[in-house]
């Protein structure tokens, strides 16, 4: 395979939306293997200070996880959703939110998004990075996005995941985010937003691996799950 450089001209800001989007491949690439290779560095190699805080933390994501949603009930940390890095990623490509429809911020929402692509860029600029526009059009919602429970069993990751507005996929979850109170004086909506939308990659993996330039192939005559928890939650 032939490599192609850049040519000198190419303007900075375009290098840098370049590096924007090579760090959100890189960070989903490699820092699942780096989380697992920190956690087994400080069982093996650490003092015993080290060694307890870890099997502390360790405990912690296994008791933490077994309620299936997070602590985190807002938007996670919006300088990590929000930011320069992820402004940059999104106009790498360049990706647009239209809004078709006003939502009305005294329901709770299951989206359905589809292709799944690759690792899901579409949505997860949306959704979870440079959140700004949906805030904007979407008043009052928390935009949460939907990915595989196992993730949520990965150390320091998982962390990332939920300041990003990422939730597990496992019914449980969902049913929790669809099922939560749009009072505004809930102690879930202390945050002043009264409402969840949460997506999901209806695809899911079948869908990725169906991924190719030019062609989208979609997964949804087995999928309908989500229709249904859509009907119990209202």
């Known amino acids: ?3 192609e450089w850049a040519p000198v001209h190419v303007p900075p800001k375009r290098r ?5 989007a090579g760090l959100y491949v890189m960070i989903f ?4 293997g780096l989380s697992l290779l920190i956690i087994t560095s400080l069982l093996y190699y650490g003092n015993l200070f080290w060694k307890l805080l870890t099997l502390a933390y360790l405990t912690f ?8 949603f997070s602590d985190i009930h807002g938007n996670g940390f919006m300088i990590f959703r929000s930011n320069c890095i992820w402004k940059h990623f999104r ?3 360049p990706i647009e939110l239209i809004k078709t429809a006003d939502l009305s911020a005294d329901h709770n929402y299951i ?3 589809f292709p799944h692509g690759i690792i899901g860029t579409g949505i997860t600029c949306n959704m979870s990075r440079d959140i700004r526009q949906w805030l904007k059009l979407f008043p009052g919602i928390r935009p949460k996005i939907g990915t595989l429970d196992m993730h949520f069993y990965t150390p320091i990751f998982r962390e990332a995941l939920r300041y990003w507005g990422m939730v597990s996929v496992s019914k449980e979850s969902l049913m929790h985010y669809l099922s939560a109170s749009n009072h505004p004086k809930h ?8 409402s969840n939308a949460v997506a999901i990659l209806v695809g899911g993996a079948q869908e990725a691996l169906d991924s190719h330039p030019g062609r989208y192939i979609l997964t949804l005559k087995r999928r309908k799950g989500f229709v249904k928890l859509a009907i119990r939650t209202g």
């Open 1 to 3: 395979m032939k490599i």
């Open 16 to 20: 840098l939306q370049t590096l924007a």
């Open 29 to 32: 690439m490699l820092m699942p």
């Open 61 to 68: 994501v296994y008791f933490d996880h077994t309620r299936n």
């Open 91 to 93: 106009d790498y490509f």
């Open 111 to 113: 989206l359905a998004s």
């Open 187 to 194: 102690p879930d909506n202390l945050d002043g937003f009264t």
